[in-house]
T-cell receptor, first 113, second 114 residues
Framework: GNSVTQMEGPVTLSEEAFLTINCTYTATGYPSLFWYVQYPGEGLQLLLKATKADDKGSNKGFEATYRKETTSFHLEKGSVQVSDSAVYFCALRDTGANSKLTFGKGITLSVRP | DGGITQSPKYLFRKEGQNVTLSCEQNLNHDAMYWYRQDPGQGLRLIYYSQIVNDFQKGDIAEGYSVSREKKESFPLTVTSAQKNPTAFYLC?????????????FGPGTRLTVT
């Protein structure tokens, strides 16, 4: 079956530090990949997505590249801000009629001023 | 403004009572979903519906029930059979079809059962 594995957290960084959050996946087909962000007390918002191998998704300074050879979709940001403090979820949606998302466990990012 | 509303934001119930969580969307989306979020466990799918009057069990459907009588509404009932109902519940919706359409999430309902 499908699965998404995220690195263990939480992660604490100082403002302007470089961020990498690892995500690897297992899927039977050719999935679409997503990063969602959840700010405290809120629902999830789509941060970025990629639909095929070598696609790069980007938004708000965050980037992730769909790497089929390593089955990875790592999230990066060159310089984090305090406002980036949130929980980040990696997810995949496999091809086919089933439209379900499979989520990773999420990782909490705290950014110190 | 289009979006998904969930009400109430906080809900408290006594053990043994059924409780229904509301989810409404005005995005004209065909598909709707219910997830449960627990600390350190990510999101787990409870039920989903791809079209009106049809729904399927997700990974953790036991102790829950849903209905989909209208396109814009997908209420979730947490029954007394659910062993550990205290959690944060998230509703989502998505455009129909097989494209890589994103799921849009509501703000969530935090249910506490004592």
């Amino acid at each position: 079956g499908n699965s998404v594995t995220q690195m263990e957290g939480p992660v604490t960084l100082s403002e302007e530090a470089f961020l990498t959050i690892n995500c690897t996946y297992t899927a039977t087909g050719y999935p679409s990949l997503f990063w969602y962000v959840q700010y405290p007390g809120e629902g999830l918002q789509l941060l970025l997505k990629a639909t095929k191998a070598d696609d790069k998704g980007s938004n708000k300074g965050f980037e992730a590249t769909y790497r089929k050879e390593t089955t990875s979709f790592h999230l990066e940001k060159g310089s984090v801000q305090v406002s980036d403090s949130a929980v980040y979820f990696c997810a995949l949606r496999d091809t086919g009629a089933n439209s379900k998302l499979t989520f990773g466990k999420g990782i909490t990012l705290s950014v110190r001023p | 403004d289009g979006g998904i509303t969930q009400s109430p934001k906080y809900l408290f119930r006594k053990e043994g009572q059924n409780v229904t969580l509301s989810c409404e969307q005005n995005l004209n989306h065909d598909a709707m979903y219910w997830y449960r979020q627990d600390p350190g466990q990510g999101l787990r799918l409870i039920y989903y519906s791809q079209i009106v009057n049809d729904f399927q069990k997700g990974d953790i459907a036991e102790g829950y029930s849903v209905s989909r009588e209208k396109k814009e509404s997908f209420p979730l009932t947490v029954t007394s059979a659910q062993k550990n109902p205290t959690a944060f519940y998230l509703c989502a919706s998505r455009k129909g079809g097989q494209g890589p359409y994103e799921q849009y999430f509501g703000p969530g309902t935090r249910l506490t059962v004592t």
